[in-house]
C-alpha cells in the first residue's frame, strides 16, 4: 500500500510540474503588470503631494504624487480587463493563473487603494492637529480602522471569488458584491478629482477650504467602509465588459456610451468619479427596489389568495 501511495503522489507531482511548464507567457506578464502598477502606486502616493509631474494626455500641466498613483491603478485596472480576456483568445486558461490575478488585485486594488486614501487623508489631519490635537488623533485612528477593514474584505472578497468561481466564461455574467476594481475605482477616482479641487482651492478663501477638509475627512473613511461592505456583500453586480460584449446594442445604451464619452474630454476626473460611483450606486439601488418591490408583490400574493378563498 505504501508503494503504490508513494507511486500515486509522484504522478501527482509530475503532473503538477507539467502544468507549470505550460504556463502561457502573455497572460501572465500581462497579470504582473498589474501588480506592478500597484506597487508603483503605492510607491509614488508615499512620495510628498507637492511634488508636480506632467501628463501629455491630461490639460493641466502638473499632476501630484497622489494623482499619478491613482491613474496607476486605473492602468492596473486595464491590465486586469485584458489578462483574462488574452487567456481565453489563446485557451491558455488555468489555475495558475487565476492565482496570480488574485494576488496582483489584493495589492492594486486591495493595498494600494487603502493606502492612498490614507495618505490623502494625512493632509487634512495635518491642518487639524494644528487646531485640536486630541480630535485629530481620534479622525486618524477611525481612518486607519476604515483602511483596514477595506483591505480585509478585498483580500475576503478575493478568496471568495476563487472558491465560487465558475471556469465557464457564460457564467461570468454578474458578481456577487462589488467586484475589486469597481471599489477601488471609487476611492481612486473620488482621490483624483479631490486632487483637482484641492489645488483649484489653494489660494481661496479660507472658509472654502475649511468646507472641504471637513466633507473630505467625511466622505473619504465612510465611502472606504462602504467599498469594504459591499465587497463581501451578496448584492449582485453586472460584469459590464462580458454583458456589453454580448448584450444587444440598443439606442438608449449607445447614447449613453456617447454622452459618457463628452463627459471624459469635458473633465475626465469628473467622468471617473460619475461612472465608478453610478456603478456602486446601482447595484445597491437595484437591490432596494428589488426588496421593496418583492414585498410588495408578495403582499398582494397573499391578498389575493385570501380573496379568492
Not at 251 to 256: A, C, K, T
Given at each position: 500500500m505504501r508503494k503504490s501511495e508513494a507511486g500515486d503522489q509522484t504522478k501527482m507531482a509530475g503532473r503538477k510540474r507539467r502544468r507549470l511548464k505550460y504556463i502561457s507567457v502573455l497572460p501572465s506578464l500581462i497579470t504582473l503588470m498589474?501588480?506592478?502598477?500597484?506597487?508603483?502606486?503605492i510607491a509614488f502616493a508615499s512620495r510628498s503631494p507637492v511634488l508636480?509631474?506632467?501628463?501629455?494626455?491630461?490639460?493641466?500641466s502638473a499632476e501630484t504624487s497622489l494623482s499619478i498613483a491613482g491613474y496607476l491603478i486605473l492602468v492596473a485596472m486595464i491590465a486586469d480587463l485584458l489578462d483574462g480576456r488574452v487567456a481565453?483568445?489563446?485557451?491558455?486558461?488555468?489555475?495558475?493563473?487565476?492565482?496570480?490575478?488574485?494576488?496582483?488585485?489584493?495589492?492594486?486594488?486591495?493595498?494600494?487603494?487603502?493606502?492612498l486614501m490614507l495618505k490623502v487623508m494625512d493632509i487634512h489631519l495635518d491642518y487639524l492637529k494644528i487646531e485640536?490635537?486630541?480630535?485629530?488623533?481620534?479622525?486618524?485612528?477611525?481612518?486607519?480602522?476604515?483602511?483596514?477593514?477595506?483591505?480585509?474584505?478585498?483580500?475576503?472578497?478575493?478568496?471568495?471569488?476563487?472558491?465560487?468561481?465558475?471556469?465557464?466564461?457564460?457564467?461570468?455574467m454578474n458578481f456577487s458584491g462589488i467586484p475589486t476594481p469597481a471599489a477601488a475605482?471609487?476611492?481612486?477616482?473620488?482621490?483624483?478629482?479631490?486632487?483637482?479641487?484641492?489645488?483649484?482651492?489653494?489660494?481661496?478663501?479660507?472658509?472654502?477650504?475649511?468646507?472641504?477638509?471637513?466633507?473630505?475627512?467625511?466622505?473619504?473613511?465612510?465611502?472606504?467602509?462602504?467599498?469594504?461592505?459591499?465587497?463581501?456583500?451578496?448584492?449582485?453586480?453586472?460584469?459590464?465588459?462580458n454583458q456589453l460584449i454580448r448584450s444587444k446594442k440598443t439606442?438608449?445604451?449607445?447614447?449613453?456610451f456617447f454622452a459618457a464619452v463628452i463627459l471624459a474630454i469635458w473633465n475626465i476626473q469628473l467622468a471617473l468619479v460619475a461612472a465608478f460611483c453610478g456603478f456602486a450606486l446601482y447595484g445597491i439601488l437595484r437591490w432596494l427596489f428589488g426588496k421593496m418591490f418583492g414585498k410588495l408583490s408578495s403582499k398582494r400574493q397573499i391578498k389575493n389568495q385570501a380573496a379568492s378563498e
Open positions: 498589474n501588480g506592478a502598477c500597484g506597487f508603483i502606486a508636480g509631474y506632467s501628463l501629455p494626455f491630461l490639460r493641466r481565453r483568445m489563446t485557451r491558455t486558461t488555468s489555475s495558475f493563473g487565476g492565482q496570480l490575478d488574485s494576488l496582483s488585485d489584493a495589492i492594486s486594488f486591495g493595498v494600494a487603494p487603502a493606502f485640536n490635537l486630541s480630535l485629530s488623533m481620534l479622525v486618524g485612528r477611525l481612518i486607519f480602522f476604515s483602511a483596514i477593514l477595506y483591505v480585509i474584505c478585498a483580500i475576503v472578497r478575493l478568496a471568495r471569488f476563487n472558491v465560487e468561481n465558475d471556469e465557464d466564461a457564460a457564467a461570468h475605482g471609487v476611492i481612486t477616482s473620488m482621490v483624483i478629482f479631490h486632487q483637482q479641487l484641492l489645488n483649484m482651492l489653494i489660494g481661496q478663501n479660507s472658509g472654502f477650504f475649511r468646507t472641504f477638509e471637513i466633507i473630505s475627512l467625511s466622505v473619504f473613511p465612510v465611502t472606504c467602509l462602504l467599498m469594504g461592505i459591499l465587497m463581501v456583500s451578496r448584492i449582485c453586480y453586472p460584469h459590464l465588459a439606442l438608449h445604451g449607445l447614447l449613453i
